[in-house]
């Protein structure tokens, strides 16, 4: 077996986080990320970049990490028990933006690799991502260009491969104790690993780079959407569904957790600002009450 390089895709994982800050920021026009650099006791560091009260931007950090360890936690060895008794390393970038503006989609993206050593033994790899759109208030036009340009850059790696991992997101970003999406969905994979490394790595680029080719086209078109606090009230609602995800069911927090990742950037996709409200009940036919039309897994692209 050829000798995976890992300093290939940490090489490319930095550059990804420059160019995604440097696109978010010309998109903003007023915000910058600041940089915290930080060490991992137990091995390895990573730059954490969060953009605060942007023009367009309320919130936005985008992750760069690489992490090392003797020993998995729990949440990684749980399905894949080989893994048990290996070295590892993982590296990433991983990324939420928090839009000011309720007619701006929340959104999420990473890319990641991930293998784990043995002497004697074949190294065990895999690369995961993906990105996924959470509107409040949603355009149709906005989501079919989302998912517009994420089959376009699945094309080059097989017909199946935007519908395979299109249901995998939808499954995937699903909160069960409410029965719905977290939001109109996009990519998701993981463990990917069935095609030569080179393939593998191809698609992980084409999936980071087409991030912002989904994303800033929407936030240019609504930033300048007029809204009032009846909206911004809805918006921080719906935030706590983000957060619900993210603490109960999402496995990159429990395994930054688990695996003694730094708590500041594991923990900065939250919202700066989120609410919620006993049993709340949209007014019927309602701005509000259309989203729950969109927060189950559709074929957007044929609609």
């Not at 690489?66 to 949440?75: E, Q, T």
């Not at 995937?172 to 969905?185: A, D, I, P, Q, S």
């Not at 030569?196 to 080719?213: L, M, P, R």
Request: aromatic letters at 14%.
């Amino acid at each position: 077996m050829k000798q995976i390089n890992i300093e290939t895709v940490i090489s490319f994982f930095k550059q990804l986080q420059d160019d995604i800050c440097i696109q978010l920021e010309k998109a903003d026009g007023q915000g910058k990320f600041v940089e915290d650099a930080w060490l991992r006791e137990e091995g390895g560091g990573g730059r954490t970049r969060v953009l605060t009260d942007g023009a367009v931007i309320e919130q936005g950090g985008v992750n760069f990490s690489l992490v090392s360890g003797n020993k998995l936690p729990p949440s990684a060895t749980a399905h894949r028990p080989e893994l048990a008794g290996r070295t590892w390393q993982a590296c990433g970038v991983s990324l939420v933006i928090h839009p000011k503006n309720p007619f701006i989609p929340t959104s999420h993206a990473n890319v990641r690799f991930f293998i784990a050593e043995k002497a004697g033994e074949e190294p065990v790899w895999w690369f995961g991502g993906g990105f996924d759109l959470t509107p409040f208030y949603p355009f149709l036009d906005d989501i079919k260009h989302w998912h517009q340009t994420a089959h376009d850059l699945c094309a080059p790696f097989g017909e199946n491969v935007y519908q395979e991992h299109k249901a995998w997101c939808d499954d995937y970003f699903y909160l069960k104790h409410r029965n719905e999406t977290r939001g109109v969905g996009g990519l998701f994979f993981d463990d990917l690993n069935q095609w030569s490394f080179e393939q593998c790595f191809s698609y992980v680029k084409a999936v980071g780079n087409g991030f912002t080719d989904a994303y800033i086209p929407i936030m240019e078109k609504r930033k300048n959407t007029p809204f009032q606090d009846e909206h911004r009230q809805f918006q921080l609602y719906r935030r706590g569904r983000y957060v619900e995800f993210n603490l109960v069911f999402d496995r990159g927090t429990l395994f930054g957790l688990q695996s003694g990742g730094r708590t500041e950037s594991i923990l900065m996709s939250m919202p700066p600002l989120a609410r919620w409200e006993y049993n709340y009940q949209p007014i019927e036919d309602s701005d509000e009450a259309e989203l729950s039309q969109f927060l189950t897994p559709r074929e957007w692209l044929t609609e």
